[in-house]
């Protein structure tokens, strides 16, 4: 699961404030605060931001601003650029849901930024080249370019869920928390290989399947457990060999 | 799955015109139309909407105007009412990607009405009294009040999701059919009770969860091959022994 405080939220250029102001609202929505602006076009603290940012007004005056966007990123460890247009990107492609599976392998104080372009032009290939992965809002090919904030909106609620509602549930089922099923998939990895089933110089080809496989599934703390004790068996029947 | 043609997006009394007009530009972005509105508070033909619509401009001039909500329902056979509120209603919430499961039962030609409140202080009780079911977005309890163009927008995407994908990936990704699914599950059982990871005298106790993670994952094709060729590996390993 995304922790918060190693998130940002990266808007390039943007040029309206209305924008800014509403992204700076639904961050605080979802429990996000760190906002990074480059170069905006329109002036960040002007009062239409912060109307709409309502009472998220301290994520607006703590935005950072940067003269670009690889200053931006100086500290991030994964970059996720949002775009719509396919081509050279095509088959790269995520989609919200998969943000967390992608930064799953990630060390807890590992930064990750999302990134989101320009109102009416989106990001640059220049800029899309400074990112390791490649989002995209599914939508209908009628109307397929989203309002900023509401992209933003959908982003970040599709990186939340699982966190949020956790933490209602609390008490009803216990999900594994991230370092248990990252353990899970260690161990998986270690065994699998030793096994001849992952490959030795590429085990995490196949492994990102099984990363999608139970990360859809969400985990809870019993099936991590029985999980391992399967490769704990198959480490057994190697033993015996 | 919903159909776009049997759904309709219900606005009470909307006090800002900027709102609807967003409402309406993030409904043709996942492919819905019908837009109802209840005597709203705002100019929803003024310039302000109309520039917020951008291209769904249609959508804003075929909104149809009711003078109660009760009107506004009339031929809904299934209306599920947006509220943060908890309290009475706390145990009957459901979540966004709960929309497809409370809708499931119903034929293909029953109309499907979500209803959005004021943004200041959403559905009365007596509103919410003519919903059957009460949905709620996982927020953060620092700043859990959304923007109502943003609710929406998280609604219709994470109900629109699995239609859009399925469209986008047409040809790409098959899902697996119930057949396939088994004979992997099959397979899986005798491998894992030769391997006595499996008790011989209760093999489906452990095996059931195994069912119940991969029936929430929603296995492909691929992915179900993948996983019969680790059972292979491990019936290879087995009889090396």
Chains 1, 2 share one sequence.
């Not at 605060?33 to 005056?61: E, N, Y």
């Not at 990123?73 to 992608?102: A, M, N, Q, W």
């Not at 090919?141 to 959908?154: I, K, T």
Request: with cysteine.
């Amino acid at each position: 699961m995304i922790n918060p405080d190693r998130f940002s939220v990266v808007l390039v250029e943007p040029q309206g404030a209305l924008n800014i102001g509403s992204v700076c609202r639904v961050m605080m929505n979802f429990g996000f605060s760190d906002l990074r602006l480059v170069t905006p076009q329109a002036d960040h603290l002007s009062k239409p931001a912060f109307d709409m940012a309502v009472k998220a007004k301290a994520l607006l005056h703590e935005a950072s601003i940067h003269p670009s966007l690889s200053s931006a990123l100086s500290d991030c460890h994964i970059v996720i650029g949002t775009t719509r247009r396919y081509g050279k990107y095509r088959d790269d492609f995520i989609y919200p849901e998969d943000i967390d599976t992608v930064t799953a392998h990630l060390d807890a104080d590992n930064h990750i930024a999302l990134v989101f372009g320009r109102e009416d032009s989106g990001l640059t290939t220049a800029e899309l080249d400074l990112c390791q992965q490649f989002l995209t809002i599914p939508t209908d090919d009628r109307l397929p370019s989203m309002n900023l904030a509401q992209a933003v909106s959908v982003c970040l609620y599709e990186l939340s869920k699982s966190r949020l509602l956790a933490k209602k549930n609390d008490g009803e089922k216990e999900l594994a928390d991230s370092e248990t099923v990252e353990r899970m998939f260690q161990h998986m990895r270690e065994t699998l290989t030793s096994i001849e089933y992952l490959d030795e110089q590429n085990p995490d080809h196949i492994l990102r399947t099984f990363r999608r496989i139970f990360g859809r599934a969400v985990l809870d703390e019993r099936e991590t457990r029985i999980l391992r004790g399967l490769w704990n068996r198959i480490d057994w029947l190697k033993n015996q060999m």
